[in-house]
């Protein structure tokens, strides 16, 4: 049965709005701590990141985009030569052959250029609607928010969303998050989970939000 989500009560429109009035209060107007120049190099970072560390890709890409930052230069690297680069990222084999076959798209079909449509990007290898949301979000094309472990476990936490896939999370959360807040609002949640609402022992004496989380209890003096 499709599910048929309630509008928030005004009170907990209330709590959402203070929500993220505070988390744009404390943590400001954050990107993505992955390292890019261009959305070609975004968008390889993003792919690379999918189950692998910010700080892991980073690594990697640091090497390779001092050689190659073009679909065209990677495109010539081939797989062989790209592999080495990112062989300390999980699924790296798979990652390589995606990259590979994206820049062959890009420079076929759109010139080398990154097509900044969610179906377009969503079409290319590799690139799925998490990778599209990140993309799209990150160079201010469009609002999204994509859900990743961090965003889906601070969205339970927080009680903003039941949902049970990361799509019904994510449409939980565009249709409650206040409008003026939808840009940065993944971020934040990305930056909470990351570094205050871990996945085993929360840090809610460090939480900007405690006093307004249902689950502050759940983890007082665990």
Same mark, same amino acid.
């Given at each position: 049965?499709?599910?048929?989500?309630?509008?928030?009560?005004?009170?907990?429109?209330?709590?959402?709005?203070?929500?993220?009035?505070?988390?744009?209060?404390?943590?400001?107007?954050?990107?993505?701590?992955?390292?890019?120049?261009?959305?070609?190099?975004?968008?390889?970072?993003?792919?690379?990141?999918?189950?692998?560390?910010?700080?892991?890709?980073?690594?990697?890409?640091?090497?390779?985009?001092?050689?190659?930052?073009?679909?065209?230069?990677?495109? &010539?690297?081939? @797989? %062989?030569? *790209?592999?080495?680069?990112?062989?300390?990222?999980? =699924?790296? !084999?798979?990652?390589?052959?995606?990259?590979?076959?994206?820049?062959?798209?890009?420079?076929?079909?759109?010139?080398?250029?990154?097509?900044?449509?969610?179906?377009?990007?969503?079409?290319?290898?590799?690139?799925?609607?998490?990778?599209?949301?990140?993309?799209?979000?990150?160079?201010?094309?469009?609002?999204?928010?994509?859900?990743?472990?961090?965003?889906?476990?601070?969205?339970?936490?927080?009680?903003?969303?039941?949902?049970?896939?990361? &799509?019904?999370? @994510? %449409?939980? *959360?565009?249709?409650?998050?206040?409008?003026?807040? =939808?840009? !940065?609002?993944?971020?934040?949640?990305?930056?909470?989970?990351?570094?205050?609402?871990?996945?085993?022992?929360?840090?809610?004496?460090?939480?900007?939000?405690?006093?307004?989380?249902?689950?502050?209890?759940?983890?007082?003096?665990?």
């Amino acid at each position: 049965m499709k599910r048929k989500p309630r509008p928030p009560a005004p009170k907990e429109r209330e709590r959402i709005k203070a929500l993220f009035d505070r988390f744009a209060a404390h943590l400001g107007d954050p990107k993505t701590e992955l390292d890019y120049s261009s959305p070609f190099t975004l968008l390889v970072a993003v792919v690379l990141s999918a189950q692998a560390t910010d700080k892991s890709v980073n690594k990697a890409t640091e090497r390779l985009y001092a050689v190659a930052d073009t679909p065209q230069q990677i495109l &010539d690297l081939g @797989e %062989a030569g *790209l592999t080495p680069y990112i062989a300390s990222i999980g =699924l790296f !084999r798979t990652k390589a052959k995606n990259v590979i076959a994206l820049s062959r798209i890009l420079i076929e079909r759109y010139g080398g250029e990154v097509p900044l449509q969610r179906e377009a990007l969503m079409a290319l290898p590799g690139v799925g609607r998490k990778t599209a949301s990140v993309v799209l979000n990150e160079l201010d094309v469009e609002p999204a928010i994509a859900v990743d472990t961090h965003v889906y476990r601070v969205a339970h936490r927080l009680k903003l969303s039941a949902g049970k896939t990361p &799509d019904q999370v @994510e %449409a939980d *959360l565009m249709r409650i998050v206040p409008p003026e807040r =939808l840009t !940065r609002a993944h971020h934040w949640l990305i930056l909470h989970g990351r570094y205050v609402c871990v996945a085993r022992k929360p840090k809610c004496g460090e939480c900007i939000v405690a006093d307004l989380c249902p689950s502050r209890e759940l983890f007082l003096g665990g």
